[in-house]
């Protein structure tokens, strides 16, 4: 790990038993100084998070690095990840999202701590009895911090609003190294057809580093902020009169923050010991998003990306698909007739990073499934 000075330890102890000899040239602490002041570390505010018309294009990667390894003036080499999926996400205004679901995220008079700054598309979700349609995230951001106030969406066909009470604070304002803060977060909502879910959310932060975070294709000034975050899903059945409480194994999310980057330029997600989402800030020329289906073109295509229960396929011709996991077994496979899209159910698989593969036209695309 290099000093917080550029100037390497050994040389400025080597510099420092001189002066006794003789006087060193005032411009050899003067570049010691400028290189010092090059590794100060940052603060991350409001300034630097998302606003409406935003959008942050980043690629999906996996890696095994030692998410330990951190500190002050610390230099973080991931200049080996792979970029795999492409995505993008949206900030959209609140009074674009959906009528039913702005009364409770864009109303100061009655809702002052949800009244959204911002709202961001989610993907669909399908579970057994449950499917989750139109979701949008809304998030408000000042001074004080940035959080998550509550989400809308459509579930089993009913639109629903569901406010976070209290709200999870992501970020507290102005964050630097060494600052450390709890939030608790809760909701609940009717589900049609089923009953009731809720959820009891404590998330812990601490930023437990600061320095440089060398990418791919590019280079930032970083804080880097750990979240642990501990969920309990509770689920009432309401067919049957029971409920029971179901503890989500331990989330670590590791984020590392740039000045006016948005969104974290890298984040790492470590669930059950395991890192299941690796993400990090890339811009190509051209990119789709993890969301909508993509534009057409040549080449097979898929869809959402990442996915957690059903993948769409465009643009792959006659012949047989395959999903095979890293090892290179067999997890899923369908004949195609080259019409349409092609819909593959993937619920139930491990998360982790898959190849989806045209047996006939010879055609691979990364998947990355997430829980």
């Given amino acids: 790990m290099p000093p917080p000075c550029l100037v390497p330890y050994a040389l400025r102890e080597y510099l420092g038993g001189m002066i ?82 702005q009364f409770f995220f864009n109303n100061a008079l009655l809702y002052p701590q949800h009244k959204a700054d911002f709202a961001m598309r989610g993907p669909a979700i399908g579970a057994q009895g449950v499917t989750v349609e139109d979701l949008y995230d809304y ?50 909502i009717a589900v049609p057809t089923l009953g009731y879910y809720g959820q009891d959310q404590l998330r812990r932060n601490e930023v437990d580093g600061w320095g440089t975070l060398i990418l791919p294709a590019d280079t930032f000034q970083v804080l880097r902020v750990k979240s642990r975050i501990e969920r309990t899903d509770t689920v009432y059945i309401e067919q049957f009169g029971i409920g029971f409480a179901l ?62 229960r059903l993948i769409h396929v465009d643009g792959y011709g006659p012949g047989i698909l395959e999903l095979r996991a890293a090892d290179g077994r ?21 998360p982790g990073t898959y190849l989806l593969h045209h047996a006939v036209g010879g055609k691979d695309r990364r998947v990355l499934i997430m829980p």
């Fill in 139 to 188: 998030f408000k951001s000042n001074s004080a911090g940035f959080r998550n106030v509550g989400f809308g969406a459509t579930i089993n066909g009913l639109p629903s609003s569901v406010q976070r009470d209290p709200v999870d604070w992501i970020y507290r304002f102005p964050l630097n190294y060494g600052d450390q803060d709890s939030s608790f977060s809760h909701f609940q």
């Fill in 330 to 350: 067999l997890v899923r496979s369908m004949e195609v007739h080259g019409q349409g899209t092609a819909v593959l159910d993937v619920g139930g698989l491990a």
């Fill in 20 to 101: 006794h000899s003789f006087r060193i040239p005032a411009i050899v602490f003067a570049l010691a100084g400028l290189a010092s002041a090059a590794m100060a570390q940052i603060t991350i505010t409001s300034a630097d998070m998302p606003m409406a018309g935003d959008t942050v294009r980043f690629r999906n990667s996996a890696t095994t690095a030692d998410m330990a390894d951190t500190g002050p003036g610390h230099q973080w080499d991931f200049s080996g990840l792979q970029p795999l999926a492409e995505g993008a996400d949206t900030a959209v205004t609140v009074g674009s999202t959906p009528l039913l679901y």
């Fill in 247 to 308: 503890p989500v194994p331990e989330i670590v999310e590791y984020k590392w923050l740039a000045p006016g980057m948005d969104e974290p330029v890298l984040q790492v997600t470590n669930m059950g010991g395991a890192n299941t989402l690796v993400r990090f800030f890339h811009a190509p020329e051209d990119i789709t998003t993890a969301v909508f289906p993509p534009a057409a073109s040549e080449g097979m295509k898929v869809w959402p990306n990442p996915a957690d």
